[in-house]
């Protein structure tokens, strides 16, 4: 089972982006401004980038254990770094809108809440690698 922790961790990743490029078009998710779970907003972009990280992470599931390991890392600091500056900007990287947009002015509490799915992924990811290396 250990051996192939790695694997399942990155399919488990795979489910999660699915499930967050999903909701953006399920209403039960969405409020009356548009927003996902009340607090941001998707868009084409960003769906594509959950859904190509998805597929990234299936693939190195289906491959072999050590193309797990090495998405589990690579996503892990991809994604918590992103969180991270979600968290301090609003903004993220990954989907350009730290360049695009730039610091968006929301309370604190929004840019939290909004970035946790990012650092929670990427932490996931990282724990994962690293216990896999173990």
């Known amino acids: 089972m250990s051996n192939n922790l790695p694997r399942f961790a990155a399919a488990a990743l795979g489910l999660a982006l699915m499930f967050a490029a999903a909701t953006d078009y399920i209403p039960a998710f969405i409020d009356d401004q548009g927003r ?3 607090l941001f907003h998707l868009d084409i972009y960003k769906d594509a980038l959950h859904v190509a990280s998805a597929l ?11 193309a797990a390991v090495l998405f589990l890392g690579l996503f892990g600091t991809l ?3 992103d969180g991270l500056i979600g968290v301090a900007t609003g903004s993220g990287y990954l ?3 730290l360049f695009i947009v730039g610091v968006i002015d929301e309370p604190f509490r ?8 990012h650092v929670g992924l990427g932490a996931f990811g990282l724990v994962s690698a ?3 290396r173990r």
Request: proline letters at 3%.
């Open 36 to 38: 996902v779970f009340g």
């Open 56 to 66: 990234w992470a299936f693939a190195a599931a289906l491959i072999s254990r050590r």
């Open 79 to 81: 994604y918590l770094i």
């Open 95 to 97: 989907d350009l809108s």
């Open 110 to 117: 929004i840019k939290l809440l909004s970035s946790l799915p």
């Open 130 to 132: 690293w216990a896999s």
